[in-house]
């Protein structure tokens, strides 16, 4: 290997986490070029035994404003669901499988929704209830209550997007779920050899046009416009739906009397957004959840994914290595190309770069292979580029920015 490229994949490595199940098969990464400690991505991969079968369970959470949302997240709500789904087999007879899950699936599809909304209203209802007249804090009570409570504040504060897929192992079926912008989906090689990409649940950005309408016609003609040129509303948040984020649901004051005096938020212009705050919410936390047959796809040369929307950034090339321009792919079909033994010449084309269908070499892991394609292939001064702080921190002309990348990688296979 080229010197300069081994010491680029060596910077790199120095910002992934990367795990490879051998008793699942699953494989995983996480990457943040300032570090591991700046990641705010977290992802999970967990197995239950319920109703004498066992239930994979993965997920990525993308945090933003800080960690502490997605930190608790991704340790709690998989503890809720687990919990709720086994109650749920229990009552209808100890067993879900394909003597009745024609019966019970859209049950289980409400549940796991309820599940997701009913975790935000509970970090939004810990803190009304530490918190309940905001308006009346002084500074000097509000640092109070954050050094007394601030774990309960900031994991209202801060927000994360989250994408799961929650699959019956032996009977071959799952249920995929969404909050926000990150992504699960499947890769499918047909009889013919022809290979297929299908996103399993819906993104909410305020680029999809539903979102911008539903959040438009939610809120006063007065308040208009809602968004900046980057459809983010109130020139804040992309993402339409989110956990977390209170100071965009509830009332302006929890922001301009208690968030914005905690620890490392200084640089925030929330004297930009406070007056804007008038009709919350904002944004809301209901996900998309869908069901899927698995067993038409059963097969380990078939794939699922999922991505947090630093792999969208890394496609669309428009703050990387394409500066202002888009390149309007589809990351799940892109993502899904690169898992091929044979990787399509248009993926080049796309990214602007060559690659290889085993990027990770030795490690063998197929997370790692995607994300290292994606952060340059076999390019070795994109390789360089995406770990160098200069070019990272140039706060002059046009951002380069890497955000978290975190991918999770299964084949369709037995344990």
Not at 362 to 375: C, I, P, Q, T, W
Request: glycine share 6%; hydrophobic share 40%.
């Amino acid at each position: 290997m080229d010197p300069r490229e081994y010491q680029a994949r060596l910077r790199i490595a120095k910002g992934c986490t990367g795990i490879k199940s051998t008793i699942l098969n699953v494989h995983s990464i996480t990457f943040q070029p300032h570090g591991r400690s700046a990641n705010d991505d977290r992802v999970v991969v967990d197995l239950w035994e319920i109703g004498g079968n066992h239930w994979l369970f993965l997920a990525v959470f993308d945090g933003h404003l800080g960690s502490a949302t997605s930190d608790y997240t991704s340790k709690e709500l998989p503890r809720h669901i687990r919990r709720t789904l086994r109650s749920f087999i229990q009552s209808k007879g100890g067993h879900l499988d394909r003597s009745n899950i024609d019966e019970y699936r859209d049950e289980v599809t409400a549940l796991l929704r309820r599940e997701i909304e009913e975790f935000d209203q509970r970090i939004g209802d810990t803190l009304k209830e530490l918190c309940p007249r905001p308006w009346e804090l002084t500074e000097d009570q509000a640092l109070h209550l954050i050094r007394e409570h601030g774990e309960i504040i900031q994991r209202a504060f801060s927000g994360t997007t989250l994408a799961f897929a929650l699959v019956n192992h032996e009977q071959r079926f799952m249920w995929a779920a969404g909050v926000g912008d990150s992504s699960v989906g499947l890769s499918v090689i047909d009889n013919d050899g022809k290979l297929h990409a299908q996103r399993l649940c819906d993104m909410h950005t305020f680029k999809d046009p539903q979102e911008y309408f539903r959040a438009t016609m939610t809120h006063p003609y007065a308040e208009q416009p809602l968004f900046d040129w980057e459809n983010r509303i109130l020139g804040w948040l992309s993402v339409a739906r989110a956990i977390g984020d209170f100071s965009l649901k509830l009332h302006s004051s929890y922001l301009s009397h208690l968030f914005r005096f905690l620890p490392n938020t200084s640089e925030h212009p929330f004297s930009t957004y406070i007056p804007k705050i008038l009709t919350p919410p904002y944004v809301i936390p209901e996900p998309s959840v869908r069901f899927t047959d698995l067993k038409p796809f059963w097969g380990s040369h078939n794939k699922m994914f999922l991505f947090t929307d630093g792999v969208d950034n890394l496609v669309d090339g428009w703050l990387v290595f394409k500066p202002e321009e888009h390149s309007g792919a589809d990351p799940v079909e892109v993502v899904s190309e690169l898992l091929a033994d044979a990787i399509d010449p248009r993926i080049e084309a796309i990214l602007g770069h060559k690659v290889v269908p085993r990027w990770s070499g030795m490690e063998d892991n197929r997370a790692s292979d995607v994300m290292g394609n994606l952060l340059g292939g076999t390019d070795i001064s994109r390789l360089e580029m995406v770990t160098d702080m200069d070019r990272l921190n140039d706060k002059e002309g046009w951002p380069f920015y890497i955000d978290d990348v975190s991918i999770i990688v299964w084949p369709l296979c037995d344990l």
